[in-house]
Structures are given as C-alpha cells and as structure tokens.
C-alpha cells in the first residue's frame, strides 16, 4: 500500500533525486536579485528539469496557480536585520502545511552556536508532527555559530548531516566539503539522503556544474540551488544544465557546453 508520505515524497524528488530551487531569501534579505517575482521564477523554471521549490507559506499562499512540480514549505526564519540572525524560529505548523497543500516540510538549523539548543527542539518536534502527518521534512542543517571555524570541515559537516538524521529528518540539505572523498564518507555515515546547498553565487557557471558533479559521485541525492539559479542571467537553462548532470549523468564539461550553445 502507498503511503501519504512515500507520494508526497515522490512529488519533490524524481527517480529518488533533487533538483530544487530554495525560495525563501525574501524573510532573511528582502526581494533580493531573481526573487522580486517568485511566481515568475516559479513558472519559468519549472518545465526545465526542476523537481521542487522550497518557498514560504505567504509566497506558496499567493501563487496565481498550481505548480507543475513539489512545493516544500519553509518553516524556519530570522532577518539580517536582526540582532540575532543565526536564530531560527519557527514560523508554521505541519498541519498549516497540510492545509496549504503543501508536498514537504523545510526547516533550518543552525550548529555550533548560542541558539541550536532551541533550533534541535524545534527540529526534534516538527519531525515528530511530520511522521504523525506523513509528510516529508528536509532538514537544513548548517555549521554556523561562535564555536564553527570551518564550516566546510568534514567532521563538522559530517555531524552536522547526522544530527539532521537522528533527530528525524527525511532528506538532509548541507554544505559540500570540496572534494569527493570526504563527501562520500559523510554520505555514508548519514542514514537519510542528502542534498547539498549551492551557497554564494559562484564565478563561474563551470564551478557549479562541477560541484554538482562532484556531490554526485560522491553519493548525493540532488541539490537545492537558490542564488545560483534564480539570479543566473539564464535560469531555465542553467536548470536544464545541473539537470543533465543529476538526471543523465553527464559530465560538468558536457553540461557546460550544451549551456555555452544556447
């Protein structure tokens, strides 16, 4: 028999894999470049090889129409113009999540600084609505805090990835270490899948296709890009790209090609 959750998840992800474009910038810094729409971003991506969006509840509220792909709402937020940033607090509950018709549950969590004791309560409790509800929770799970001086050190990445697991997360989004052999170790150690997090906009369109490549090989499920789409001068191209990588297994230098020909 399928379950709630095992169709929901097959909304987000395609073939057990991620494409997603993280939408929730607009709490965090405001409208910033690729997001004063997100609607438009929305629509004009999502034919091209995406899989899923992560956008917050006032933004999934106002669509003018269904998407054609996986809606995860994000539940988790803070402002830079804050005097604590790093402190996420939860702004929905997984029932809301239910009624907006939602496909997943996003949450961030901060380690390694003053705030995680709550940010773990919240993650431990929104898990446990989530299984009561079957639907899917992504965990965002960052090394980030007074006590993290590398936020990239695999150690530290690969605790951060385990926490988001054993406090009961059904798809874990983290940094990528930078090489292939550390990465795989922290997918193995990490018993739900991972996705990884695009970060800064990268220099150069060949550095994100083969990051994406990289995570990949080493075992990841997918990524979830958000600047490096949504303010690339191309987005439905740059998708077509990493999809090509994810989907087809082709290589960042094929991939690159075909993006330089368009």
Request: with cysteine.
């Amino acid at each position: 028999m399928v379950s709630g959750h095992e169709i929901r998840l097959n909304r987000i992800l395609r073939k057990g894999k991620m494409l997603c474009i993280p939408m929730d910038h607009g709490i965090s810094n405001g409208p910033i470049e690729g997001l004063a729409d997100p609607a438009s971003m929305i629509y004009r991506c999502e034919t091209h090889g995406l899989t899923s969006i992560i956008i917050n509840k006032g933004i999934l509220k106002t669509l003018p129409k269904p998407t054609k792909i996986g809606v995860l709402v994000h539940f988790s937020s803070s402002t830079s113009l804050s005097m604590s940033p790093n402190r996420k607090m939860l702004t929905g509950t997984v029932e809301e999540a239910v009624r907006l018709g939602a496909d997943g549950v996003s949450l961030h969590i901060n380690i390694g600084g003053k705030e995680e004791p709550e940010m773990l309560e919240q993650l431990g409790m929104t898990a446990d609505q989530c299984h009561k509800w079957d639907m899917p929770l992504l965990a965002m799970m960052y090394p980030r805090g007074e006590n993290i001086k590398d936020p990239h050190d695999p150690e530290i990445v690969g605790h951060v990835a385990r926490i988001g697991a054993e406090c009961g997360a059904d798809i874990v989004k983290t940094l990528y270490t930078g090489d292939v052999d550390s990465f795989a170790k922290i997918v193995k150690s990490t018993p739900v899948p991972i996705v990884i997090a695009g970060g800064p906009k990268t220099k150069t369109d060949l550095d994100i296709l083969q990051m994406t490549e990289d995570a990949m090989t080493a075992g990841a499920k997918g990524v979830t890009y958000g600047r490096n789409i949504f303010a690339h001068k191309n987005p439905e191209k740059i998708v077509e790209a990493l999809a090509s990588i994810i989907f087809r297994k082709e290589s960042a230098k094929e991939a690159m090609k075909k993006l330089e020909q368009n």
